[in-house]
Each structure stands twice: as structure tokens, then as C-alpha cells.
């Protein structure tokens, strides 16, 4: 175990990792949720060579942690992905999997336990590294067609409260406008601009097709959890303002 991090269960290791490359900084943390059945079948999934997937660390619903992989080396957590321009997302982050069900076999709030043992394990990296809050993510965020993980369950507010990750209190859902597939023009793709300025994979292309709407639901899922659809109304493109304003000047 690295010197300093939190106390940590090492009667599981995981073989699924590799070197770091790029020779960048590791200045990213990804929170997934596990998705799976049971605790011991995610346990055993992330420790199996034929799976070829892992994670640094693996939180159990009662609070226990498990670290799988040194956070020296790039664990197979985050697949094909992208957040603020990094591809090899793997090669720059902590890899966090949380267990639970996932939306496929029983989504459920995360038990507060849990999300106390998480805190302390962010706590801990961040506080080892110089990770900006906007860099706690979620699956979702760096691999949107794709995941959907933690879910809309995941306190982000809380977490933002204790300095972990970057949240404003979304924008309440109202009438008025809103952009949707097959929208065209100038506003989606400043819509797309400002996903983008915030971290997000959106190329400013000006058409509201299947990609944006994929970015659009992880955007709201994340910030705006009330609704989460895919269609960029008021209070989702309220949020995004006020988020990229609240940014620190160097984040």
C-alpha cells in the first residue's frame, strides 16, 4: 500500500494493470458504481485475468475498502474515454468502484457508510495529489455513450460540500426553451462549447445528434439528477452556466 493512504483490505489484489503512460500527472479521480449482483462477484470480476478490467480501489456497502491495484500503476478502469481533452484516461486517474447493483440488476442510494468510506479514500488521494475538484468524476462524465455510473443516486452534492469535487445547486426545472436531437445553429453549438469548456468530450459541431444527447444526460445526471433525458432545457443550461462560472480562475 502507498504510504499514507487510508487503511486498506490487501487479501485481493488484481493482475489487470499496467504501466502509466504519457508521463502525465495523475490529476483525475473516476467513481464508478460496480453493477453487478453481488459484492463477491464484482470482487472477483476486478481480481480475474480473463476479465481485463480493474480498479484501484473497491468500497464495500458496509464501508470496508479494498485496494486492487498500487495507484502507482494504470489500472483498466475507465475503457474508451475522454475528459478535458485526456484520451487515455486510464493512464491519469484513481479508478474508485462502489459497490452496488447499478441500474441493470436493482439501482439503490448508496448506504451513508459507504459514501463516508469513499469520502475518506478521496480525501486521501487528494490529499496526496493535486487533483482539481472538477476532476472527481463520474464514469458517465468521461465515457457518456457509454456508462452510466455512479447514477443519479450519487450525493455529488455532499461530496462538493466536503471538498470533494465540483457542484453547483442545479437550476430548478422551469419552462422555456430547450435543444434536443435534430436541433441545428449557433445555440447548440455553444451549448456543445460549453460542455466542452468544461471537461466534457462535445465537439462543436452544431448539431443536437445521438452524441450530444448521450453528453447531455451524463451533464444531468451528475448535476441535474431531478430529470435526466438527454434534452438540454433551461435548468440543465442554467446549471452549465453557473458551474463554468464558479470555476476557479486556474482549475
Not at 487510508?6 to 489484489?13: A, F, G, I
Not at 495523475?26 to 453481488?38: F, K, R
Not at 456508462?147 to 430548478?172: M, Q
Amino acid at each position: 500500500m502507498i504510504e499514507g493512504a487510508v487503511l486498506c483490505d490487501r487479501s485481493r489484489t488484481s493482475p489487470n494493470h499496467g504501466e502509466r503512460a504519457g508521463g502525465g500527472p495523475i490529476d483525475m479521480i473516476v467513481l464508478h458504481y460496480t453493477g453487478m449482483v453481488s459484492e463477491e462477484m464484482a470482487l472477483d470480476r476486478l481480481c480475474s485475468p480473463a476479465s481485463e478490467v480493474s480498479c484501484h480501489y473497491l468500497v464495500r456497502e458496509d464501508g470496508r475498502v479494498f485496494q486492487l491495484v498500487d495507484e502507482t500503476r494504470r489500472a483498466w478502469h475507465a475503457g474508451r474515454s475522454s475528459w478535458r481533452g485526456t484520451t487515455d484516461v486510464n493512464s491519469r486517474s484513481i479508478g474508485v468502484e462502489i459497490c452496488n447493483p447499478g441500474h441493470e440488476f436493482g439501482y439503490r442510494p448508496f448506504p451513508n457508510v459507504q459514501i463516508e468510506a469513499v469520502l475518506d479514500l478521496c480525501h486521501d488521494v487528494l490529499g496526496r495529489r493535486r487533483i482539481a475538484p472538477r476532476d472527481v468524476v463520474a464514469h458517465s462524465d468521461v465515457a457518456p455513450t457509454r456508462k452510466e455510473d455512479p447514477g443519479e443516486f450519487f450525493p455529488w452534492a455532499r461530496f462538493a460540500e466536503e471538498g470533494v469535487g465540483h457542484f453547483v445547486d442545479p437550476t430548478p426545472i422551469q419552462g422555456g426553451r430547450f435543444f434536443q436531437r435534430g436541433d441545428e445553429g449557433q445555440p447548440v453549438r455553444a451549448l456543445q462549447t460549453m460542455l466542452g469548456l468544461y471537461g466534457y468530450d462535445a465537439p462543436a459541431t452544431g448539431v443536437f445528434d445521438d452524441h450530444t444527447a448521450a453528453v447531455v444526460r451524463a451533464f444531468q445526471r451528475h448535476f441535474r439528477p431531478e430529470r435526466v433525458d438527454g434534452i438540454a432545457d433551461m435548468s440543465t443550461i442554467d446549471t452549465l452556466h453557473r458551474l463554468l462560472r464558479a470555476l476557479p480562475a486556474l482549475a
